[in-house]
């Protein structure tokens, strides 16, 4: 079983995010970058596969500036076996989606791969458009927010188990496929200290959008980027038992904010 | 290309909420405003967008769209979007409309934006608001193909009566069956009159205070007392502990809402909580801690035991609403 995982490193979750003197980006000083959360069940799963077939092997593909590539050795450490690295900041500074996945694309199409996997969202742009998009251009099926996996013994078909609203959907697919990974389908292993080790001397190609032979602009652009305004803290509701609170808070909820 | 095409989602026989929102909201743009409905039984459902303002309603009715399989239904959107070519397309961002949108987008090769908040119109260009950061941060974007595409965050335009045309067309697609790849074997959606979080107008949400999985039927008492456009949340606490199923964690990892009531019980207000339901329009946290960083979010707090003022709350709010 051979799988693709595209991985973007993400701001940490506990990012107080400021926004860049240009107001068109984030102020990216001081920021811990990490993998995205849903890209590690991504990695997860792939390695999952490839345990379970006892064969094949797991590209990383990322695009990314320089420090993308610790993101890249956690997936290593977590034990993937080679990795992409699209490291080209003048396109990745101005990729949106479309342009990320045509990048992506032109980097997996070189892989071998039954399935290509990724997070079902990336949460610095939460667009949740690459896995579809990505799909489109390998001329693959997508299914996104995948919850269970199966795939069959002869790797032609697997039977994926995704989220739909109020509750999920059992679907059979022709492979390869693209699958995005939501919250649930498995939990992400750390890397271990010897895992760690070896993938310093697990091989990482280097490439730019050129390199690649892509010449994709953005089909997006952000004009403005502004921060929500604070919220303050509101009023406390008093009362000498829960009871009156509860009652007073009811009151309020009636009366002034006019919600019940 | 001109005019909006609005793309219609029906679930369960029903058009949602979200698709009377878009409508609504396009029709402010006093452009022409067509509709695609796809289902099975797609074609009763058309006069009731023309209520909102859909001057001409694309019907792709057949039994084969009981169930939604997003190349089916990306290649009939396709082609009814061919046949209109407008210049905007706008989708509802719920559970089908994340698959769905990106879908046609790739097929159509331009770009579109997600989860957008607000939109508004620049001469011939659309302006979209949409969060990023999980809602920590904003942006305004604008397209630079054409359709320019947006899915919408339910909930975040009024739904207006404001009749239009509403011209029936049924279309008769011809859809490539080599290209469908994927067999939908079964839908389990758990029966349930609850809006999903998303849509929901009110949220009651339990975190780690709730102490078990047996705090949670208060929760429902309260949400069920509230009225229908109601229901539940939980924090990511109350998730990973088996208490609630991942369908309801809001925050950063899961949904992200903005309901106009967001009652957060024996949750702390962690960052990555706060990330998705900030923008809730108004905030109640019920908390011990005084110090419980979600109080300085809230427009209302109660420092006190949940298990005693929830229940409290519920009969209070079950006497208003009688
Ligand atoms: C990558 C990542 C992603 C994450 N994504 C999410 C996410 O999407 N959503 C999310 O919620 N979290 C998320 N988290 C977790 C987040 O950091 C917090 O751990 C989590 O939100 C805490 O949940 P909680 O508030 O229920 O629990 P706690 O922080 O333990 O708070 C419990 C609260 O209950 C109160 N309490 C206890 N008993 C009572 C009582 N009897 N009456 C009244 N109050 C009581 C306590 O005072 C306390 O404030 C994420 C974390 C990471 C690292
Ligand atoms: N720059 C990137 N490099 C590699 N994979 C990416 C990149 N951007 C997005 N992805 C993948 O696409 C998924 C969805 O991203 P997005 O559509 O941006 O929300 C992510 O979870 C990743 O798996």
Redesign the interface.
Known sequence: MNTVVCMKQV?D?????K?NPEGTG?ATEGIKWVMG??DEFAVEEALQQKEKFKAGTVSIVSLGPDRAIEAIRTGLAMGADSAVHINDSAFYDKA???AT?AVLAAAVKNLEYDIVFLGKQA???????????L???LG??????VLKLEVEADKSKA?VTR????????????LP?VLSA???LNEPRYASLPGIMKAKKKPVDVKTAADLGVDV????????????PA?Q?????EGET??E???N??????EE?K?? | MAGILIYAEV?KGELKKGAFEITSKAKEFGQEVSACIIGSGAEALAPELAKYGADKIYVVDGPEYE??V??AFVQAFVQVAQQVQPAIILTSS???G??F???I???LQ??????CVDLSLNGDKI?VKR???????????????TPQIASIRPNSFPINENAGAGAVEKVAVSIDAAKI??????????E?DEP?QTEAE?IVSGGRGMKGPDGFPMIEALAKA??PGSTTGASRAAVDAGWRD??Y?VG???K?VSP??YIACGISGA??HL?GM??SK???AINKD?EAPI???????????LF???P??T???K???S
Do not use: W
Request: glycine share 6%.
């Open positions: 701001p979750t506990e990012t107080l995010i926004v984030i959360p849903y949106d989606p479309y996945a949460i610095d742009d939460d667009s949740g458009q690459v896995p579809a998009i799909a489109e251009m693959i099926p997508v299914i996104t927010q039977t989220e739909v609203e109020g509750g999920h959907a059992i679907i059979d697919v022709t496929a939501q919250k649930g602009g953005a089909m997006t652009v952000i004009k403005e980027m502004t921060l929500p919220r803290a509101g009023k406390i509701i829960p009871e609170k509860a009652a808070l009811a009151k309020a909820l009636h904010a919600l019940i | 679930q169930n939604y997003t190349e719920t559970a089908q994340k698959d949108t990106p879908a987008a790739a097929r331009v770009g579109c934006f997600s989860d302006v969060p990023m950061y999980a809602g920590k941060a904003y942006v305004l974007a604008e397209a630079t193909a790849k994927t067999v939908v074997k079964s839908v389990e959606i758990a349930s999903d009110i509230l009225g991942h369908a964690q950063q990892t899961g992200t106009n009531l960052i990555q990330a900030g923008t108004v905030i109640v005084a109080f300085s979010k809230a427009d209302y707090g109660v420092v006190d035991d005693k003022v929830v409290a709350l009969e209070e709010v006497k208003i609403r």
